[in-house]
């Protein structure tokens, strides 16, 4: 099953490691824009924004319907919102020939969801040489090793997907993006510089250190 994007947060950091310049990211950056203005305190879930947009400006959601709501005094952010709102609409629109307001939202948490699928976090991943105890061989882009943290005793599956190659040989250094499959188990017990090691069975073939926290469900609260 596929991951979803269901908070602010995630998506945020999402479209942050996106490194590509394409519409569907200038959307989510709109769509990101008009979260952040919307006036409801600490509203970080995606379905009740959409929700309170809709019964605040009427749906269907149109550019037409936005515009028709007035600066009263007491609206500032609301309209600010809308006016971002009102721009996704209108470029969705020119580069897609979609204005559905649903529709645009449900494509751009499709996009970013096929990356979810593949990242929890951003790591620096360090492969020991043989002669240190790691492996004899390299390692392709997708390969799944044992993830150990060093607060649990629980190990999990962590797909490494490398960041701008495909091999990783014994002895080197790279980025990848990391997906673990215990996401439940490490609830709010993940943060940047955390160190872990990876394992084949008992043997430690490399060490990592989280970069960037890209699940809100895995960072630990600050203290």
């Known amino acids: ?26 959307l989510a950056e709109l ?14 879930e995606i379905s009740k924004f ?3 947009l809709k019964d605040y400006f009427g749906t ?24 971002s709102i009102a721009d996704l ?3 969705s629109t020119r580069f897609y020939n979609e204005a559905n307001f649903d529709t645009i939202v ?16 951003i790591a620096e991943l360090h492969y020991l040489t043989h002669e240190q ?6 390692a392709t882009s997708g390969y799944r090793p044992q993830v150990k943290f060093p607060f649990a005793t629980m190990e999990t599956s962590g797909q490494q997907t490398f960041i701008g190659k495909d091999i990783a040989y014994p002895g080197e250094t790279i980025n990848a993006k990391i997906k673990i499959h215990a996401v439940e188990y490490f609830a709010h017990a993940l943060y940047e510089n955390l160190e872990f090691e ?6 430690v073939i490399g060490h990592g250190i989280i970069k960037q926290i890209v699940n809100e469900k895995l960072e630990k609260a600050s203290s």
């Open 89 to 91: 609409i209108d470029l």
């Open 60 to 83: 269907p959601l149109t550019i037409e319907k936005i515009a028709s709501r007035q600066f009263n005094g007491g609206n500032a952010w609301q309209i600010e919102s809308g006016s």
């Open 198 to 203: 990876f394992r084949e069975g008992p043997r």
């Open 31 to 44: 769509f990101l824009n008009a979260m952040t203005d919307w006036p409801t305190y600490n509203q970080t």
């Open 106 to 121: 449900k494509n751009i948490l499709n996009y970013y969801e096929q990356e979810f699928s593949k990242v929890d976090f």
């Open 1 to 26: 099953m596929q991951d979803k994007v269901e908070t602010y947060s995630t998506l945020y950091n999402l479209v942050d490691i996106d490194k590509k310049d394409h519409k569907l990211k200038e």
């Open 50 to 52: 959409v929700s309170e």
């Open 133 to 138: 105890g790691g492996r004899q061989t390299p």
